[in-house]
């Protein structure tokens, strides 16, 4: 048993041997980190990126998304994946999200609203009613579970494109008791180093 567990540690170790971070820079294989910055109209996102291979990456991020109805504080490891070994990426993040969900509280009230017009105001004085009522604290924060799916393009500028200009668009979903999905579109700058 002790045997096979070594030579599977030995084979998985030989394997993954090309999969790297590269130590210097060079024009030929690129570099081997990206740091970016990246702005949008309703939100930031600051990412460290590890590049192991043209086609694979692995990015940290701290992103910031936020709408009128929710907003989403994300801390996320992503995937990259770059088909064609160039600018355009695909990418799924995992992670921790904290943030408010409101439409959950409006839609809720909605319907108390509406059922009171049914019954003709009846239905403020029942106990479900006195139980919104009571139970209501205002917009409440949660955290969770967060998926990131998205995809965009790391442009480079300059001649040996240190500099990028990254672009992404995709979703935040954050999976609570209040499921939460805000849309995100992003341009910034980065550095390849």
């Not at 081997?32 to 939100?43: M, W």
């Not at 996102?45 to 936020?66: C, D, G, K, W």
């Not at 579970?145 to 990028?164: D, M, Y």
């Not at 954050?174 to 980065?190: D, E, S």
């Amino acid at each position: 048993m002790y045997k096979k567990i070594v030579f599977t540690v030995l084979l998985v170790l030989l394997m993954c041997g090309n999969i790297f971070a590269q130590d210097s820079w060079d024009d030929d294989e690129g570099a081997a980190n990206r740091i970016a910055l990246s702005f949008g109209l309703v939100g930031a996102a600051l990412s460290y990126e590890m590049i192991f291979t043209p086609h694979f990456s692995v990015l940290a991020q701290a992103a910031y998304n936020t709408w009128l109805i929710a907003d989403s504080l994300s801390f996320a490891l992503i995937p990259r994946l770059y088909p064609g070994g160039r600018a355009f990426f695909l990418e799924m993040g995992f992670g921790y999200s904290y943030g408010y969900n409101a439409l959950h509280e409006a839609s809720e009230f909605v319907g108390h609203l509406i059922l009171g017009m049914i019954t003709f105001g009846l239905w403020f004085t029942s106990d479900s009613f006195q139980n919104f009522v009571d139970n209501d604290d205002g917009i409440t924060r949660q955290g969770g579970f967060f998926l990131q799916p998205a995809l965009g393009w790391n442009v480079g500028v300059g001649r040996w494109e240190r500099f990028t200009m990254p672009i992404s668009m995709g979703l935040d979903i954050r999976v609570a008791n209040r499921n939460t999905v805000l849309p995100f579109f992003r341009m910034g700058v980065g550095f390849t180093f």
